[in-house]
């Protein structure tokens, strides 16, 4: 049984897990009408993984006993100057994301609640996996700068990316 604490920590993470689809939905919509299709599809498929995080917490929350709540979510910005800054922002966002985890793990430990504790371990897992990404992909947009070769073999790579994840 989650603690009425828990269950409200947790309910944070759900909103904060749907407003991550949000905004990879709007990155993926900005790239797609700027000729980037490799971007976006990559996008579209961050935006889908953020969901499946968003459904899996609901279940969880529900299965212990308490009630997901689904909530009213802030707007994701939907322009971007360059793809470079959309990156840039995408990785801030992974950052704030994993921070928020790692609060939710230290409120299971303060409580005691294994079972949570046990159940964000994914969680955490995932972060350092799709920090590590996002931090890749920024080096690699660094190491183009402006040539626009550089850009198309990147829209064409960062959609294998998307392949090989089996998204
Ligand atoms: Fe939900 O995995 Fe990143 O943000």
Known sequence: MLSKNIESALNDQVRIE?????????????????????????????????????????????????????TELKAPKTAYSTFKEMFEELYKHEVFVSESIN????????????????????????????????????DKINLIGDDKGGLY??????QQLTANKGA
């Open 18 to 70: 749907a407003e991550s689809s949000q905004a990879y939905l709007s990155m993926a919509s900005w790239a797609e009408t700027h000729g980037l299709e490799g971007i976006s599809k990559f996008m579209y498929a961050q935006s889908d993984e953020e969901r499946a995080h968003m459904l899996k917490m609901v279940k969880f929350i529900n299965e212990r006993g308490g009630h997901a709540q689904v």
């Open 103 to 138: 609060e939710l793990v230290h409120i299971s430990l303060t409580e005691k609640d294994y079972a949570t504790h046990n159940f964000l371990q994914w969680y955490v897992a995932e972060q350092i996996e799709e920090e590590a990404q996002a931090k890749n992909i920024l």
């Open 153 to 158: 073999l990147f829209d064409r790579d960062i």
